[in-house]
């Protein structure tokens, strides 16, 4: 019955590692997108798909790489983490004009 | 830049009172929605409550209610007859529209403690 969910919802690592996050949505909504949350609680979009296509693209690093093999996925890869990539990453998924509805996000710990 | 204030980093509030919290944005728009999103401790991000830009009339959800201000950009949300389960990170938040996708730009949020 979740609407939006992502896996894991832990991720311990150490930098250099290469990790992913999976999200999938079953609202039948278009758009998908990822958020990150930093230490203070400060929300930042990343990336936003629609129907597979990139739409929104903020400044990321490109060792981040969003890959959407259909509308009710779209997953995060991370190559070489760093120390400052530890983070909670919340994947949501919205009608154009509705609410973004979120899932429960995954913190993100590397070591 | 388009931002999303929110000046109140804390605020408290007994049960059954009444609390509102602020919120300021900036846009050049005249085509976007303003929400505002929970964030309890388990960190799930609960819709709360949203206004179109393009509607006069306050939004309102059960003890929840805002008060919208175009003019001064001005978005404030007020919960009614507080519980203990209203403690949480509020976040007052923005959206764009590029098309296809929603551009949401979130305040730094507050966060409410609620008191016996």
């Known amino acids: 019955d979740t609407a939006v969910s992502q896996t894991p919802k832990y991720l311990v690592t150490q930098m250099g590692n290469d990790k992913s996050i999976k999200c999938e949505q079953n609202?039948?909504?278009?758009?998908m997108y990822w958020y990150k949350q930093d230490s203070k609680k400060f929300l930042k979009i990343m990336f936003s798909?629609?129907?597979?296509?990139?739409?929104i693209n903020e400044t990321v690093p490109n060792r981040f790489s969003p890959k959407s093999p259909d509308k009710a996925h779209l997953n995060l890869h991370i190559n070489s983490l760093e120390l400052g990539d530890s983070a909670v990453y919340f994947c949501a998924s919205s009608l154009l004009r509705g609410p973004l509805h979120f899932g429960n996000g995954t913190r993100l710990t590397v070591t | 830049a388009q931002t999303v204030t929110q000046s109140q980093p804390e605020m408290s509030v007994q049960e059954a009172e009444t609390v509102t919290l602020s919120c300021t944005y900036d846009?050049?728009?005249?085509?976007?929605?303003l929400f505002w999103y929970k964030q309890p401790p388990s960190r799930q991000m609960i819709l709360v409550i949203r206004?179109?830009?393009?509607?006069?009339q306050n939004a309102t959800e059960n003890r929840f209610s805002v008060n919208f201000q175009k003019a001064a950009k001005s978005f404030s949300l007020k919960i009614s007859d507080s519980q203990l389960g209203d403690a949480a990170m509020y976040f007052c938040?923005?959206?764009?529209?590029?098309?296809?996708?929603?551009?949401?730009?979130f305040g730094t949020g507050t966060r409410l403690q609620v008191t016996l």
């Open positions: 609202l039948g909504h278009d758009t």
């Open positions: 846009t050049s728009e005249s085509d976007y929605y």
């Open positions: 798909y629609n129907n597979k296509e990139l739409i």
């Open positions: 938040a923005r959206s764009l529209y590029t098309g296809t996708a929603s551009k949401l730009t």
């Open positions: 206004q179109e830009a393009y509607k006069q």
